[in-house]
C-alpha cells in the first residue's frame, strides 16, 4: 500500500479539489492527480467522479475516506503531540538526586518557566542515583563527589563546605567563626552510613589529621543526623547545601584540609543533545548563579 496515493486521496476527499489538495500537500497538482490515478488504476476501482465544478466521492470512495481521514488524523495529532514536545510545551523528565537541596530550585525554575513538563523526581544515596543515571532510569542526576567516565557528560553545580551540626545548647555553638577540625578529636559524634559521601569526605579528612572522634551513631538520613543531635547524643556533620533551619541546632563551618564536596549535573553524553535535558542543564546553570548562600558557609 502507498501512503502517498492514500495522502493525496484524502486531502482530494477533504478539500472536494485536486487543486486545492495539492496546496494543502504543498506539491503540484499533477502529482495529486498522478498519486490518485496510480491508487485507483492499482486497486481497479473508482474512487472519485471529476464533474466540471467539483470532485465527488463515488460509494467505495466515501468508506475509504472515512478510514483515511481516521488514520491521517491519528498522524496529524501524533504530529501535534511531538512538536509541542519539540517546543516543551509538553513532555516528562526524570530526574534523579542525591539530595532535594540543589534540585529543588531547578525544578523551581524548569516549573516557572515549561509548566507543561511533568517531572519524576528520585531521591537517594549516591550509589544510586548514579546507577539511576546510567541505567537510564533517569534523564539527568544531581550527583556530589562523581569521578569523570567515558560516556558521561557532567557539569558543575559548585562546592559546598562541611560543617559540625551542634545542639544549641553546646559550649562551642556560641563560638564565632569556623570550628577546628582537630577539636574533634575523640568527641562523641553521630554520623550518617561509611556509604554517605558527606561521611566519606568527613573521614578521610580525619584519617589525614590523625584525628579520630569517637562515633557512637550512625544513621541513614540527613533528618535522623538532625534529630540526633538535637536530642544532644553527640555531635554531627552536615554538607553547607544541605543546612535545614531548625533552632535546635547550629551549624558550624569547619577549618581544616579536604572539607570540601565537589556537586554535579550529570547525563548520559549521547543523550544530551535532546532538548528537554538541554534545557534543563541551562536551567541547573540559573539555579547555581542565583542561589543564595548556605547558613554554614566557610568564612574568608
Known amino acids: 500500500m502507498n501512503l502517498f496515493q492514500l495522502r493525496a486521496f484524502d486531502a482530494v476527499a477533504r478539500e472536494g479539489s485536486f487543486t486545492r489538495a495539492a496546496a494543502r500537500l504543498f506539491i503540484s497538482q499533477p502529482a495529486v492527480t498522478g498519486h490518485v490515478k496510480a491508487l485507483e488504476e492499482h486497486y481497479q476501482i473508482t474512487l472519485l467522479r471529476r464533474t466540471a465544478r467539483r470532485v465527488e466521492l463515488t460509494e467505495e470512495g466515501t468508506r475509504l475516506a472515512a478510514i483515511t481521514r481516521a488514520m491521517f488524523g491519528l498522524a496529524e495529532e501524533a504530529q501535534a503531540m511531538l512538536e509541542a514536545n519539540r517546543q516543551l510545551l509538553t513532555g516528562r523528565l526524570e530526574v534523579a538526586a542525591d539530595g532535594p537541596h540543589r534540585v529543588m530550585p531547578m525544578l523551581a525554575l524548569l516549573r516557572a518557566r515549561y509548566p507543561g513538563i511533568t517531572v519524576n523526581l528520585r ?13 537510564e532510569h533517569a534523564d539527568v542526576a544531581v550527583l556530589t563527589e562523581v569521578e569523570p567516565r567515558k560516556g558521561l557528560y557532567l557539569q558543575s553545580l559548585g562546592e559546598s563546605h562541611l560543617c559540625a551540626l551542634l545542639p544549641v545548647g553546646h559550649p562551642w555553638a556560641a563560638e564565632p ?3 577546628a577540625l582537630r577539636a574533634l578529636d575523640k568527641q562523641v559524634m553521630v554520623l550518617r552510613e561509611p556509604s554517605s559521601i558527606t ?3 568527613f573521614d578521610r579528612a580525619c584519617a589525614a589529621v590523625h584525628v579520630q572522634p569517637r562515633v557512637v551513631l550512625e544513621l541513614d538520613s540527613r533528618e535522623a543526623v538532625t534529630e540526633a543531635v538535637a536530642a544532644q547524643l553527640g555531635i554531627g556533620i552536615v554538607s553547607s547545601a544541605e543546612v535545614a533551619h531548625d533552632p535546635r541546632v547550629v551549624a558550624r563551618p ?3 584540609a579536604g ?3 565537589r556537586h554535579m549535573i550529570g547525563c548520559l553524553e549521547r ?3 535532546l532538548r ?3 534545557a534543563f ?3 541547573a546553570s540559573m539555579s547555581e548563579e542565583d542561589g543564595s548562600s548556605s547558613g554554614c558557609a566557610p568564612l574568608r
Open 123 to 135: 531521591l537517594g544515596n549516591a550509589q544510586e542515583t548514579l546507577a539511576a543515571l546510567l541505567s
Open 177 to 179: 567563626g569556623e570550628l
Open 271 to 273: 543523550r544530551r543533545p
Open 254 to 256: 569547619m577549618a581544616g
Open 281 to 283: 542543564l541551562g536551567l
Open 199 to 201: 561521611r566519606q569526605t
Open 259 to 261: 572539607l570540601l564536596n
Open 276 to 278: 528537554l535535558i538541554q
